[in-house]
């Protein structure tokens, strides 16, 4: 085989490999334009469904309750016991929400190990909150504002070697200090709880704590991994939301009010009832959501008609 039918053959195995390179890059391209296109659909807009828009204002009133003897600002994590259960999306939402109401709001992302704030608002995660931490960045430089939304928003920045660290720093502290000067509400999205230990870390610095939870996702015992884990750092659990119901199942059975009174129980603090976790609380006031509504639980007047 003379040289110049060598170079042809390889040539052609050359020219393959670039085809079939680029192949894969414009199909790569492709679905991370997809998967972010389908994560901005979950955004709350004017277009957004009234049954679910109406949850999110029920949930927010709900918050609001539970906080009402906090003074000046509000300053709340988003969790979830495991990955997948909507922490992130009802971050954005009820950050949007809040903001709805004339709130000065700022959404962070605090889940440094794998960011996902910044795709629901269409910006790029270049500084954000552990470039702040770490001392590479200014408050000022890292804050953006949502164009479409009429709140700030601080993206997770570059992925620190140490977030966990970081989130329980003294910077973290001062950092909640400053911002709580400017706005009226402050909301984390952070890792799952049972998963790592940066929410549980945070907890003992802000507000309060909401726990996520997905219907026919979460189990009792991931919950109760992730109540007693919160539980031993000190953190004020405001309630869980239930996401991911299935309305037509669920659109006659559910109603606006109080949790009906069910046979399902589950331990002294927290129960089933109605369509969501709710009833675990500290305080007088709790919520679920599920079927695109969101009820007001009064738990003392519940553990008044037990004792009855």
Do not use: W
Request: hydrophobic share 35%; proline share 3%.
């Amino acid at each position: 085989m003379s040289n110049k039918e060598n170079f042809e053959i390889e040539s052609k195995k050359i020219n393959k490999q670039e085809k079939f390179k680029a192949k894969l890059e414009k199909e790569s391209i492709e679905a991370r334009k997809l998967s972010i296109e389908k994560i901005q659909s979950k955004v709350i807009t004017k277009n957004t469904p009234f049954e679910i828009s109406e949850s999110y204002k029920s949930i927010r009133t709900n918050i609001m309750f539970s906080l009402k003897n906090e003074e000046n600002c509000k300053s709340l994590i988003i969790t979830s016991a495991n990955p997948s259960e909507g922490k992130s999306t009802n971050c954005v939402n009820l950050s949007i929400s809040f903001a709805q109401t004339g709130s000065k709001v700022v959404i962070i992302d605090a889940d440094m190990r794998k960011p996902r704030v910044h795709k629901y608002f269409g910006l790029k995660n270049k500084v954000g909150l552990s470039n702040i931490l770490g001392g590479f960045s200014t408050i000022e430089d890292a804050i953006i504002k949502a164009e479409e939304y009429p709140l700030d928003v601080i993206t997770a920045g570059h992925i620190p070697p140490n977030p966990a660290e970081l989130l329980a720093s003294k910077e973290m502290d001062m950092l909640i200090e400053k911002l709580s000067k400017k706005y009226d509400y402050i909301l984390f999205d952070t890792p799952p709880i049972n998963v790592v230990t940066d929410a549980a870390l945070l907890s003992e610095k802000v507000s309060g704590v909401i726990l996520m939870v997905r219907h026919k996702a979460s189990t009792h015992d991931t919950i109760e991994r992730a109540i007693k884990s919160l539980e031993l750092a000190n953190a004020n659990i405001i309630g869980f939301v239930l996401n991911s119901v299935d309305q037509k199942v669920y659109a006659e059975r559910y109603t606006y009010g109080m949790y009906r009174k069910k046979k399902y129980a589950y331990g002294n603090k927290y129960r089933y009832g109605g369509y969501g976790y709710g009833s675990y609380r500290y305080g007088s006031y709790g919520y679920g959501y599920g079927s695109g509504q969101a009820e007001l639980l009064d738990i003392d007047q519940k553990k008044d008609n037990n004792k009855q």
